[in-house]
């Protein structure tokens, strides 16, 4: 009987051929393949999988959310001025268009929780008298780098800022997939609750929580959790 085991492929990766069988992608770029086909696989850019396991407190107690300044929205770089004190989600809020338009994008550049300076690009379109909605960054931040928009219009005036959310994310290894949260504490082990917080945009949570009891300055927070990512 064919034993399988699970790895991953490099975006964009594809369908991939063995000599015991053909692999398709699933959604999140893992593949099952045939054990003895394994091996020859990392060869054409499929990686073994570890499982690790971690516990980790956040290094402060956070506060609920805290928010940049209100500042015209204009081609170019947005000030980045405020940094989540622990790894956290970052969105961006616009206040409605005084003009509709189409297609514009604002590029964010920061260091993610599972260690990788990343971009996200998220595509903007308005509408007069309606505020944008922008998704959430796809991974937590640790360290916001550049805010850069571009495309917008002649003619438009909008305001908007950026905001650091309630939700915690936890550190990750690059790659990582599968995050299971065992459990969540607070303060001196006392039990809380967490729930996935999920983005909109992505369906990927990358290891974000809504806590309860909601970050307040009081407690730490501690968390228990489990992934699979890449062998080193």
């Known amino acids: 009987m064919a034993t399988s085991v699970k790895m991953l492929g490099n975006p964009g990766l594809g369908t991939v051929l063995g000599a015991y069988g053909s692999y398709n992608p699933n ?10 086909d394994a091996e020859a696989l990392t060869k054409v850019g499929l990686q073994y ?3 690790f396991t971690r516990y980790y407190t956040t290094p402060i107690a956070p506060v609920a959310s805290s928010s940049s300044a209100t500042l015209n929205i204009t081609n ?9 004190p622990v790894p956290q989600i970052v969105t961006m809020t616009l206040n409605p268009p005084n003009i509709s338009f189409n297609n514009a994008s604002v590029a964010v550049t920061y260091l993610a929780n599972d260690g990788l300076v990343t971009t996200d690009v998220l595509t903007v379109n308005g509408t007069a008298g309606v505020g944008p909605p922008i998704s959430r960054l796809t991974k ?46 607070y303060g001196n082990n006392i039990p809380g609750t967490a729930t996935v917080a999920t983005s909109v945009s992505t369906g990927s949570q990358y290891g974000c929580y809504t806590v309860n009891p909601i970050p307040n300055n009081v407690y730490k927070y501690n968390f228990f959790y489990t992934y699979l990512a890449p062998m080193t």
């Open 49 to 51: 999988l570890a499982t």
């Open 76 to 84: 170019g770089a947005f000030p980045v001025t405020v940094q989540p």
């Open 140 to 185: 937590g931040v640790v360290q916001l780098n550049s805010i850069y928009w571009s495309g917008l219009p002649d003619g438009l005036s909008m305001t908007g800022y950026y905001r650091v959310r309630a939700q915690l994310a936890v550190p990750l290894s690059p790659g990582a997939i599968d995050v299971t949260l065992n459990y969540m504490t």
């Open 27 to 36: 959604a999140n770029g893992t593949y099952i393949v045939d054990t003895k």
